[in-house]
């Protein structure tokens, strides 16, 4: 059983900060893959940014220059520091994992947060 714990969404002010976290616990080994994707009501689910084994990262357009992706290979965290917020950036935020079920294992899943809301409003 892998559960995906997320925190740090809220409400702030337009040009404010969050700082959002995902910690992933239970069977899920050799993490392959972390990233963020967001999903307002009625919209496909979108990738906000990922960070792979090797540090490479990757920024939808929207957010380059404004959000911050890391992890914590020690903790099974991933963070995103989202600063500059703008009214658009308002969505439901959702971590997702990609690893094994068991250290021996190279069948890989992906798994998911229950998502957090971020809101940007004056």
């Known amino acids: 059983q892998v559960q995906l714990v997320e925190s740090g969404g809220g409400l702030v002010q337009p040009g404010g900060s969050l700082r959002l976290s995902c910690a992933a616990s239970g069977s899920i080994f050799n993490i392959k893959t972390m990233g963020w994707y967001r999903q307002a009501p009625g919209k496909e689910r979108e990738l906000v940014a990922s960070i792979v084994s090797d540090g490479v990262v990757y920024y939808a357009d929207s957010v380059k220059g404004r959000f911050t992706i890391s992890r914590d290979n020690a903790k099974n965290t991933v963070y995103l520091q989202m600063n500059s917020l703008k009214p658009e950036d308002t969505d439901v935020y959702y971590c997702?994992?990609?690893?094994?079920?068991?250290?021996?294992?190279?069948?890989?899943?992906?798994?998911w947060g229950q998502g957090t809301q971020v809101t940007v409003s004056s």
């Open positions: 997702k994992i990609r690893g094994n079920r068991a250290s021996w294992s190279a069948t890989v899943y992906d798994h």
